[in-house]
């Protein structure tokens, strides 16, 4: 629990910045020519990750002042860090998809995020759904402890 919940803010900064840089592509003519800040489907996505980005955002302030009552992380960070992996791996794929053919090719971008290009973040996003414990795994914690569903053995 101390590690989900310690990843919760520094995940949710990573995705901030995702984020703003998504957006910026998407309102560009990037490699690829086309500017899709006009296209409703783009803009719905965006939309889409912007809730969650707050949702999530919400969700670490309630992990931490539980924190701050007892003393002790509790599950809620398994949500957080489900939520995180899920979030994360919309904002690679729509990044993927905006950048079309040219997110194959590496190489600088100037929309790329801060720790590497699209690709990178692409490719390793896939891996946040099994560090520190896999989504199967957050999604029976999060039902048993936090919504105490029963088990199911």
């Known amino acids: 629990m101390n590690e989900r919940a310690g990843l919760a803010f520094a995940a949710q900064a990573a995705v901030s910045i995702a ?9 560009s003519n990037g490699r690829n ?5 006009k296209d409703p489907v783009i803009r719905d996505k965006l939309a889409q990750l912007m809730i969650e980005s707050e ?3 919400l969700t670490n302030y309630r992990g931490l002042t539980k ?8 599950p809620e960070g398994s949500l957080g860090k489900w939520q995180w992996a899920d979030l994360n791996q919309a904002l690679m794929e729509l990044a993927m998809d905006l950048e079309g053919p040219y997110s194959q090719l590496t190489g600088d ?6 720790d590497g290009d699209w690709q990178y973040g692409f490719l390793r996003s896939r891996a946040n759904s ?3 414990g896999t989504t199967e795994i957050l999604k029976n914690i999060v039902a048993e402890r936090v919504l105490g569903l029963p088990k199911l053995r």
């Open 33 to 37: 020519g086309k500017s899709f800040s």
């Open 55 to 57: 949702i999530f955002r």
């Open 19 to 27: 984020l703003r840089k998504v957006i910026e592509l998407a309102g």
């Open 130 to 132: 099994i560090e520190g």
């Open 67 to 74: 924190i701050m009552k007892t003393g002790v992380p509790g």
């Open 109 to 114: 971008s100037e929309y790329a995020i801060a």
